[in-house]
């Protein structure tokens, strides 16, 4: 089938905003009651609740997938600027941290930055503890920010240009120490007290912290990966103690963090040679089920350096046996763009039709839930959508309505 062209595909959703509200009934007047009021989320969060970021409303936003609803909205920094929207969760405090950064005049003048602690039921500011105004600001990422696995220590990536780590203790409240980490940018979390970083040689630094957050030590490993012949991406996944970075060629670079150690199994292929052709590639390109095993890989057909183009399937693979298991086809975003403003319903004939006449304009972002029942939440950023799966059959069970408008990174509670 032909692509359309991507002008024609503006055309077309415009045409959609233009008319969905006519074909789209209209939602019941607000009554006085609902005005004003504050509702406060479940002590236990749902299973399938999932936050999205978006940079132009510059909010994290709490959705229920199993309803299609928006439950609650965190607005973090100046607008225009600090793209990065990372929320960190701890179950424990029932807190979330947000590194943000705040100009004077909004997009200028007198910068500060902080680590702002946010209730996780009311998503209301508790605590704001003061950084160094060197916070990296770049498009949304998923490795701007880690907190070590005991939930006490963040860490903040900084470039100045200089690279570096902020040092936050969440329980005292306080700005302990500057790392600097030349050459070696984001960070994971990888241990108690302990984070690591990815250098442009290949190799990973390792900072380890004493008790009071002080840098113990700073190393480096071997190279872990050939950053000129076979570049990773940043867009890495955890599972347990294991961290899963793929390559632009779609090989998988396993970290175990277990240990006194970083330690690099070894990597192996995702595409095969039949799968000729097939890229990954994506804003959030891998997911993981820990409890199953399977890892989830967006794709796309593409040639070489397509690794952010948004991808139209979704390929799961068995971690322990190291094999491709499933293959789901998403959903057309362009399609529920234009069944969403029109009123058309899921099931409909009318978008059975759009579907066989509509190019897939892709998804940029992937997350499965970590229950016994998991979902596939897939977000679109051309145009903005969201759709839900059953991560075990891939079927299509739902849609989020309105998610809103530049999509970027998906985040589990």
């Given amino acids: 089938m032909a692509r359309i062209p991507r002008r024609s595909v503006a055309a077309l959703a415009l045409l959609a905003g233009l008319v969905g509200p006519l074909a789209a009934p209209r939602p019941a007047p607000a009554q006085p009651t609902d005005l004003g009021r504050v509702e406060r989320l479940p002590e236990q969060p749902g299973a399938h609740w999932f936050w999205l970021s978006d940079v132009l409303l510059h909010r994290t936003a709490l959705f229920d997938a199993d309803r299609g609803a928006l439950l609650g909205t965190i607005t973090a920094g100046s607008p225009g600027v600090g793209f990065v929207i990372n929320p960190l969760f701890s179950r424990e405090r029932h807190e ?24 996780d039921r009311t998503l209301a500011p508790l605590h704001e503890i003061p950084l160094p105004p060197h916070r990296a600001e770049y498009f949304a990422g998923i490795a701007a920010n880690a907190l070590s696995d005991d939930g006490r220590f963040l860490a903040v990536f900084n470039l100045t240009p200089a690279t570096s780590l902020s040092i936050v203790d969440v329980v005292a409240r306080r700005f302990v120490a500057e790392v600097p980490t030349p050459g070696c940018s984001l960070v994971y979390a990888g241990g108690a007290r302990r984070f690591f970083m990815l250098c442009a040689n290949g190799e990973a630094l390792v900072v380890t912290l ?14 872990f990966f050939d950053p000129r012949g076979d570049p990773i991406t940043e867009k890495a996944v955890r599972a ?13 670079h396993p970290v175990d963090v277990s240990g006194e150690a970083l330690r690099f199994p070894e990597p192996w292929t995702l595409l095969e040679p039949a799968d000729a052709g097939w890229r990954v590639g994506g804003q959030q390109h891998l997911a993981v089920h820990a409890r199953s095993g399977r890892l989830y890989v967006l794709v796309h057909r593409g ?19 190291r094999r491709r298991v499933a293959r789901v ?39 499965v839930t970590q229950d016994e029942q998991p979902v596939l939440i897939a977000a679109a950023q051309e145009p903005p959508t969201v759709s839900i799966h059953d991560a075990t059959t891939g079927a299509v069970v739902g849609e989020v309505r309105d998610a809103g408008i530049a999509l970027s990174l998906l985040f589990a509670p």
């Fill in 210 to 223: 004493d008790d009071t957050g002080e840098a113990r030590a700073v190393t480096r490993t071997a190279p």
């Fill in 329 to 367: 086809a998403l959903d057309n975003p362009l399609v529920a763009f234009v069944g969403q403003q029109t009123g058309l319903a899921p099931a409909s004939w009318t978008r059975a039709i759009l579907r066989r006449i509509l190019p897939n304009t892709g998804v940029s972002a992937i997350l």
């Fill in 303 to 321: 040639g070489p350096d397509t690794h952010k183009a948004s991808g139209t399937e979704v390929w799961v693979y068995d971690l322990a046996a």
């Fill in 240 to 252: 347990g103690t294991l961290w899963y970075f793929v390559s632009f060629a779609g090989r998988l």
């Fill in 96 to 119: 979330i941290y947000l590194a943000e950064t705040y100009y004077a005049r909004g997009v200028r003048g007198e910068r500060t930055d902080v680590v702002t602690v946010y209730d």
